[in-house]
């Protein structure tokens, strides 16, 4: 029986709920689909600021590359409010994409039709069957380029700096383009550049590569225009590519009109076959621990896992049905809607295994 190693970072906050649900799915889908899994757990963000002194330990890395794959809860929370900017929760996620070298982050943003009536956009917005995938740049740009504090005249100032190189703009370019071709064969590439020169560089990369897939039609549109198309008319997408940034803010814009962002789920890809699964929002301490988070983006991750690392295209449709068969009737408070029942954390996974 094939055995997959998977590094299990449940983080904080919400973290560690919404992973065990996912765990709990991945278990009985094996038990289905006859493999199995074993976990490696390891601490990231403020857990392992509080067990290691620093929120992404070499052992965690170390766990990750020896695993097939990673499943990630969420980072950060107020109690590490504190540290100092480069000991941040979030600078543990920032490093482990980068140590994987994960440079694509797929966050689809879909929506189920009973999730219709939780969406804050009109039905008739909406649409039938809204599926669109979202490819962000996930390591370089302003998140990784140079940054500082300075003063001038006197004055304290700080800067960051948006940069990206063509080898980086190419391949996270082509895995969109490939993307699009295993889908609708539309691919809109997002930027903003009628003001940044890096968007132009963006631009140029994009219409070369574009001469290697001629059966894609590709459109550009600068950021401020597709937030207003996302809502305007969601259905015109089927896949974005978007820097790093671009991509951070349209996913959770992305993510609110499915219903919730503790809907989407993510897969961050280095080119290889391992990828880290988390779902695309955080560590919600506000709720953390009483068991009502929506565990639904981290058990589609554990879906979108199966499909794009382990190579269980079954399995993950498998995941992906029984969800979509547990929101016609059961909804955590987040999507919770009168003649549902409603559903802690912990049920919710058990009714989701129930449908494997
Ligand atoms: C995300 C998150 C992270 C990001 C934060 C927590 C660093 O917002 O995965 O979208 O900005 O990439
Ligand atoms: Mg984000």
Request: charged share 25%.
């Amino acid at each position: 029986m094939t055995t997959y190693k998977i590094a299990l970072l449940k983080g904080d906050g919400i973290g560690p709920e919404i992973v065990d649900q996912a765990v709990k799915v991945l278990d009985k889908t094996a038990d289905k689909f006859g493999f199995a899994v074993e976990y490696d757990p390891a601490d990231i963000g403020g857990i392992a600021i509080d067990n290691y002194g620093e929120p992404l330990p070499q052992v965690t890395v170390d766990k990750c590359k020896a695993a097939d794959s990673v499943i990630l809860g969420a980072v950060g929370g107020p109690k590490w409010d504190s540290q100092p900017a480069n000991n941040r929760p979030e600078k543990g996620l920032l490093k482990i994409r980068e140590a994987l070298g994960l440079f694509a982050n797929l966050r689809p943003a879909v929506i189920f039709e009973p999730l219709k009536k939780a969406s804050p956009i009109k039905d008739e917005i909406i649409g039938d069957n809204l599926d669109i995938m979202i490819v962000r740049e996930l390591t370089g740009g302003i998140y990784f380029g140079e940054r500082g504090r300075l003063e001038e005249n006197g004055v304290p100032a700080a800067y960051d700096t948006e940069k990206y190189s063509v080898p980086e703009i190419e391949r996270i370019v082509k895995v969109a383009f490939d993307m699009a071709m295993k889908r609708n064969k539309k691919l809109t590439s997002v930027d903003k550049a009628n003001v940044l020169e890096s968007s132009r560089l963006w631009r140029e990369t994009v219409n070369r590569i574009s001469a290697d897939y001629p059966e894609v039609q590709v459109n550009h549109m600068y950021v401020d225009n597709c937030a207003m198309q996302l809502v305007r008319n969601p259905g015109q997408f089927d896949v974005i590519v978007t820097s790093n940034i671009f991509g951070d803010i349209l996913s959770d814009e992305a993510s609110m009109i499915s219903g919730s962002i503790g809907m989407l789920a993510s897969a961050s890809l280095s080119g290889g076959k391992r990828g880290l699964y988390e779902p695309i929002h955080g560590s919600a301490p506000d709720i953390a621990g009483q068991d009502i988070a929506n565990p639904l983006a981290t058990i589609l991750s554990v879906a979108m896992m199966l499909r794009y690392s382990l190579d269980q295209p079954q399995a993950a449709q498998a995941i992906e049905d029984a969800v979509a068969k547990a929101l016609t009737t059961h909804r955590t408070p987040d999507i919770y809607e009168e003649g549902k029942t409603k559903v802690t954390c912990s049920q919710m996974g058990d009714y989701v295994c129930t449908l494997i």
